[in-house]
Each structure stands twice: as structure tokens, then as C-alpha cells.
């Protein structure tokens, strides 16, 4: 980084010109001042969207004619020449650049001249951070949503592959009824179904234009806000400057929706460490995607399972970091704002390592039937089949629970196998569904974790994913 633009005093005022606001001031910036202030290092990602804004803008300063077609061509070609910069890496940033905003126009102004020095005319950066910020976001947020869609895509390739896998299903953690891995497996991918809908129901919504608000009350010149909107491929225009300066509600969604993404990422990953602990043993990770221990030689664990659990925790103080912000601000842009980015970009980068690792983690990790079989075998795993049994026999079912309820009791203090209670006292007919494999061939209700219905829910689910491609799309 460089010292400082080695632009000369343009207005000859004497003073600093290396701020935007040199003219009005007497002395420059404090160096603590600037420290707080400069936001380059992490904002210099917003450099496409803020080309995207001011080639936009510049167009619009042509129809409104306040600057002529020569002036447009070499403002346009600077800023052709500053993409080709950022893309090549080459873009030379000076410690004088406040903002990203700031360094792109310093280096159209040193590449157009005069022109260049026309670029801001009835912008403010207050409208042209807000217009930058939704322009990323709506790419953004539909890449996360790429990413969960192909979470789910790998969470129905392995229900399929594994469509007669039976494992306990719990409740409080303790074995409550024979489910197919299948169910369970796609239960995460509806929830994921539900995030993917709402990142793309906040991008519909963010998906206003706030450029031409200007720094906060519009501008005298005869700008055209909804052409620029228009330009720039949104779907709409602000109607209040005030609020279109200060709206950071659209971050605070999309924080809100990463952070709910995450719960459902680290409730899963809490799975993948039980499944994979020796306990349980329901699943094994592949070498690629576990990570060993520096101590002891046999260990093998589930860190990106954890990983996902406690990033989760971090998004969500994003989230309310964010609201903690905005809840004091008056109307309209305040500085407070800038400190919107970097929990944005952290929720966003966040999200996208674990959703990456943990579709390959699931990907190609080896479910072991055997042991989820075994698990979901126990005496007692399919005692509400015989409940129902009597149900269908007309007993009320408080007292169907309630016999059920007596033999479970007797076979667990020892008396005799809860089979033989069964044959012995409801006969052999009931008894026979005491097996897991029959409680999940029996299972009939729609939407529940047995065979029977399974078919309908894969159908169902592939559904989603074809809508949700298009919403992505
Ligand atoms: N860097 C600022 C932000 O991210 C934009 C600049 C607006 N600054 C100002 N003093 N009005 O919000």
C-alpha cells in the first residue's frame, strides 16, 4: 500500500486533499481518526457492485445531461480499466483510501481527469454504500442458496441409496419408534428447503434500488432514480430517501436467515458426532473428512460436525450484533452503519465453508446399517404398534397405553421377554409386530417414518428441489 494519492490539491485550497471533504476543512484527518474510520480492508469486496452502481450512475448523469458523452466515455473507460485492475489484482490501494468508494473514485479521477472529478456529482456515499451492499447481497445470498440446495441434493442421494435402512427414531434422546434413515435424512433437507426459500424471499425484498436518495433528502439535479434502478437490474425504486439511506433491514434478514441456516447445520452436526461417536457407531467418516487427534494415536473425529455447531453461535452474534446497532439510530445514515459489513461478510463466509463441508462429509461418509438396525431392534422399540393393535380392536386407547404400558414394565423387571408377555397375554398376532421391520411396514399415516409412504415423500421432496432451482435460477 502506498502512502498517499499522488493526486495534487485540485481546488488549491492548501489544505489535505486526500479526504473527500478537504475543501470545508482547515487541518487533516487525525491519524486515530482515521484508524477508527477506514473500512478498506474489509469493504474492497464490495469493488464490483460499486463499479456496477456508478457505471449506472454515470449513465444517468448523461440523460440527465450534466455531463456529455465524452465525459461518459472516459469515466466509463476508467472504470473499465479499475475492473481490470481488481480482477488482475493490480488495483494499488493507497492508506489515504477511506473506503472502497473513496479508492475508486481517487483512481478514476487520476485515470479520467477532469471527467472523472464529475463522477459523485448527486450521489452521496450514503446511497451509494446501500446500493453496493444489496447489489452483493442478492448475489450473495442466492450463492449460499446454491450451496444449501446442493446439501440437500446430497442429503436425497443418500436416502435413496439407503432406502431400507431402519434406525431408531428418538424423542428426548431416547429410542421412541423404528424410522427409515431415509426420513430421518430427509427431514434435515426439508428444513434446509425452508432456508432456501427464505434467502430467496429476503432477496426479493432487498431488491430495491436506494440510488439517487443521494446523502439522504435527493438532489436538486434532474436525476431519475428508477432509470439507474433499472439499469442495474432491480427490481424497483425507493419512494423515501430517508428511509432508503438508513434501511439496513435487508442485512439484518439475511443475517437472521444464515443464522436459522446455522441452527439447522449445528442441530445436524450435533447428529454426525453421536452417530459417529463409538456409542452409537451409526455412521463412519471418511478419512478425508475427519480429523485426528495430536495426542492420542486411535482417535478420529467429527470436527467438522463440531465446527458447524459452534459457528453457529458466532452467526447468531452477528445477528444480534447488527440489531444492537440499529436499534438506536435515528433516521437517517449514521456512521454507525459501516460496522453492518463485516458481520455480513463473516455470516456469509461462515455459512459457505460449513455448508461445503459438510455436504462432503455426508457425501461420503459410510452409514453402517448393522449397527442402526441393532439399535432400533430392542423389545420395546415397536410397543405403540401393539397399543394400536388393541385400537383396532376397539380398546380405548388410554387403556390399550395403559396394558402395553403394564408388559413393558413386567419385561423390564425381569419377569420374561416382552414377546412372550405379548404371545402369552394378546397372542401371537401381536406379537409379531414387536419387530422393527414390522412397525416400519405397518407405519401407514402420510408423511410418517415407515415404507409405505416413502415413495411419496421422495417425490414430494424432489419437487422442492426442481421449485427451488428455479427460485435460484
Ligand atoms: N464506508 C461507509 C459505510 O460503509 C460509507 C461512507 C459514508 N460515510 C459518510 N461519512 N457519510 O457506511
Do not use: H, I, K
Given at each position: 500500500m502506498s502512502e498517499r494519492a499522488p493526486h495534487d490539491d485540485p481546488d488549491g485550497s492548501g489544505t489535505d486533499p486526500t479526504t473527500l471533504w478537504h475543501g470545508r476543512f482547515a487541518e487533516p484527518p487525525n491519524e486515530a481518526l482515521m484508524a477508527m474510520s477506514i473500512s478498506i480492508r474489509f469493504d474492497q469486496r464490495l469493488w464490483r457492485d460499486d463499479l456496477a452502481g456508478s457505471r449506472a450512475h454515470v449513465n444517468g448523469l448523461l440523460r440527465a445531461g450534466i455531463i456529455d458523452t465524452d465525459e461518459t466515455s472516459a469515466i466509463q473507460e476508467a472504470l473499465s480499466q479499475v475492473e481490470r485492475e481488481f480482477e488482475t489484482e493490480s488495483f494499488e490501494f493507497f492508506d489515504?483510501?477511506?473506503d472502497i468508494h473513496t479508492a475508486i473514485e481517487r483512481r478514476v479521477t487520476e485515470l479520467a481527469g477532469d471527467a472523472g472529478a464529475k463522477l459523485h456529482t448527486g450521489r452521496s456515499r450514503n446511497d451509494q454504500v446501500a446500493t453496493d451492499i444489496r447489489l452483493w447481497c442478492r448475489r450473495e445470498l442466492t450463492a449460499v442458496a446454491a450451496k444449501v440446495f446442493a446439501l440437500q441434493q446430497v442429503l436425497l442421494d443418500r436416502a435413496e441409496a439407503h432406502r431400507y435402512a431402519i434406525l431408531p427414531g428418538y424423542t428426548h434422546l431416547q429410542r421412541a419408534q423404528p424410522v427409515l434413515l431415509a426420513h430421518h435424512l430427509l427431514a434435515h433437507g426439508w428444513a434446509l428447503g425452508r432456508d432456501v426459500d427464505r434467502l430467496m424471499q429476503s432477496v426479493a425484498r432487498l431488491d430495491v434500488s436506494p440510488l439517487g436518495a443521494g446523502a439522504l433528502g435527493g438532489s436538486s439535479l434532474p436525476l431519475d432514480p428508477a432509470a439507474t434502478a433499472e439499469e442495474l437490474g432491480f427490481a424497483s425504486v425507493f419512494t423515501n430517501s430517508l428511509d432508503a439511506v438508513s434501511d439496513r433491514d435487508f442485512v439484518a434478514e439475511a443475517l437472521f436467515d444464515l443464522s436459522l441456516l446455522a441452527v439447522h447445520l449445528s442441530r445436524l452436526g450435533e447428529e454426525w458426532i453421536l452417530w459417529t461417536s463409538e456409542e452409537f457407531g451409526f455412521a463412519t467418516l471418511t478419512d478425508a473428512f475427519a480429523t485426528g487427534s495430536s495426542m492420542l494415536p486411535q482417535k478420529k473425529n467429527a470436527d467438522i460436525a463440531e465446527l458447524a455447531r459452534g459457528k453457529s453461535g458466532r452467526m447468531i452474534g452477528n445477528l444480534v450484533g447488527l440489531l444492537v446497532t440499529l436499534k438506536?439510530?435515528?433516521?437517517?445514515?449514521?456512521?454507525?452503519?459501516?460496522?453492518?459489513k463485516e458481520p455480513l461478510f463473516d455470516s456469509v463466509d461462515q455459512i459457505s465453508l460449513v455448508l461445503d463441508a459438510i455436504r462432503g462429509m455426508i457425501a461420503t461418509a459410510r452409514f453402517n446399517e448393522a449397527a442402526m438396525r441393532e439399535a432400533a431392534s430392542s423389545q420395546t422399540v415397536a410397543a405403540i404398534d401393539v397399543a394400536e393393535w388393541l385400537v383396532q380392536r376397539n380398546v380405548p386407547f388410554r387403556q390399550a397405553h395403559s396394558i402395553v404400558g403394564a408388559l413393558v414394565r413386567r419385561h423390564l423387571a425381569g419377569e420374561a421377554s416382552l414377546d412372550s408377555l405379548v404371545t402369552t397375554e394378546l397372542g401371537p398376532e401381536a406379537a409379531a409386530l414387536l419387530s422393527a421391520d414390522s412397525s416400519i411396514a405397518n407405519?401407514?399415516?402420510?408423511?410418517?417414518?415407515?415404507?409405505?409412504?416413502l415413495d411419496s415423500q421422495l417425490s414430494a421432496y424432489r419437487a422442492m428441489l426442481g421449485r427451488e432451482q428455479q427460485l435460484i435460477e
Open positions: 489515504t483510501d477511506e438506536g439510530l435515528p433516521l437517517a445514515y449514521n456512521r454507525d452503519l459501516q460496522e453492518d407405519r401407514r399415516s402420510p408423511g410418517g417414518g415407515g415404507s409405505q409412504t
